[in-house]
């Protein structure tokens, strides 16, 4: 028979925890080290599970009729696979709704609740409620499976709640963030009809000039001048499409579709859209991949985009004559806050260089230095693009050198 009991029936005795200070220490850090949701969770989980002695636990977070999984740790791969578990019958649920902790020793069998898994051992168990502001968002949930592994006691709990308030404030700063986000994603949004009008306007005439000289053709049956006016048309289509790409990705939020790539096929589709272009301009276009980097799982789209955003950039840098290059490279060492091994694309250009005054700004939307021809929105787009992806993008040259961007993600 399960023994089943809340927090306020349990005995004050057992082992003593490990470290909780160096607990709420790690903890502390990653909160103010990490705006990654799911990466705080994990991290305040693996300490919590190493304090109490734990083997499996879950931070659930209530969303509808179903609670998310925002991180699990030995818990079945198909039941973190699913990322989430229905709320209705859970121990989640009970807690939740009674918003309280609870201790289960073990296996529980009350009509109830029941366990998410009822196939595994628990020896005992525990939920805590993830409170803020007298609103319950989710749960922490952690069991004890190993036969000599002892119930869970009192202390047990109380550092449990400790850790569940660090969660809980975590959760709602980052729901604040991401509200701001949003918002300042829409205004900005609003602003692009403003900043980009002059954009469209020059786009709209080119266009329309491209018709002129098509009718002209057609009409006297120039053929060599139909041609002409057919490339203005493309040239001028082409920046009106990309402007509303920019537009799209810039004001929505999307999750990346990943899928292993080739490092090498991305950069020849880059450069079979710019080659034309750089041949107008008598630029080089430089393949620098050495194959130490052969495949990386990305969205290939977007990365495509992040790609050819910067080499068209790198193309109005670089006078006549110059090089335009992109290179691939694994790190073995942690930069931008991100941890290694890391897989680094470099777009390098033979321009004069960014200004010291301008690298501040250069990724924020609507900056630009080339007037009626840029929109301000391609540097920003695509550091968005590279942050959907858990990456960061970096100016890797000084002031004054030919620029070098650098776009860093997780290998």
């Known amino acids: 028979m399960a023994s089943i009991s809340t927090f306020l029936d349990q005995p004050c005795t057992g082992a003593p925890r490990r470290d909780p200070l160096a607990a709420m220490l790690t903890i502390s850090e990653a909160l103010v080290s990490n705006l990654e949701l799911n990466a705080v969770m994990d991290t305040i989980l693996a300490r919590t599970l190493v304090e109490v002695e734990a083997q499996q636990g879950s931070i659930l977070l209530l969303d509808g009729d179903c609670l998310r999984m925002l991180a699990a740790r030995g818990l079945p791969s198909e039941m973190v696979a699913k990322g989430y578990i229905p709320r209705k019958g859970s121990i989640a649920e009970w807690v939740i709704e009674k918003n309280q902790p609870l201790i289960l020793n073990d296996h529980p069998s009350s009509s109830q609740y029941q366990a998410l898994d009822a196939k595994r051992t628990i020896v005992s168990g525990m939920c805590v409620p993830l409170r803020m502001q007298n609103r319950i968002l989710g749960t922490i949930n952690l069991n004890r499976t190993a036969a000599d592994a002892g119930v869970f006691q009192q202390q047990d709990l109380d550092l449990m709640v400790v850790l569940a308030n660090q969660a809980a404030i975590f959760i709602e700063n980052s729901r604040l963030h991401e509200s701001v986000l949003k918002s300042e994603r829409l205004a900005a949004v609003g602003q692009t009809v403003a900043g980009i009008s002059h954009c469209i306007k020059n786009i709209l005439t080119g266009v329309r000039g491209g018709l002129s000289i098509c009718d002209m053709a057609t009409q006297s049956q120039d053929w060599k001048l139909l041609g002409q006016g057919r490339d203005i048309l493309q040239r001028n289509i082409g920046r009106l499409s990309s402007i509303v790409l920019d537009m799209l990705d810039y004001s929505k939020e999307r999750q990346p579709v990943r899928a292993e790539v080739r490092v090498a096929d991305l950069v020849e589709e880059v450069f079979g859209t710019t080659r034309s272009e750089a041949e107008n301009r008598q630029q080089k276009l430089e393949n620098r991949l050495d194959g130490s980097v052969a495949t990386i799982n990305v969205d290939g789209q977007q990365i495509y985009r992040c790609l050819l955003n910067l080499v068209q950039n790198a193309m109005d840098a670089t006078p006549a004559g110059g090089t335009i290059w992109i290179s691939a490279a694994r790190e073995e060492r942690a930069r931008s806050g991100l941890s290694a091994p890391l897989t680094v694309l470099r777009v390098g250009d033979g321009g004069p260089g960014i200004p010291e005054e301008n690298r501040v700004s250069i990724f924020e939307p609507f900056f630009s230095t080339k007037g009626s021809k840029g929109t301000g929105l391609g540097l920003a787009v695509t550091r968005k693009i590279i942050q959907e ?23």
Not at 389 to 411: K, M
């Open 389 to 411: 992806h858990g990456g960061a993008i970096e100016i890797e040259s000084d002031a004054g050198q030919p620029a070098i961007f650098a776009i860093v993600l997780p290998a």
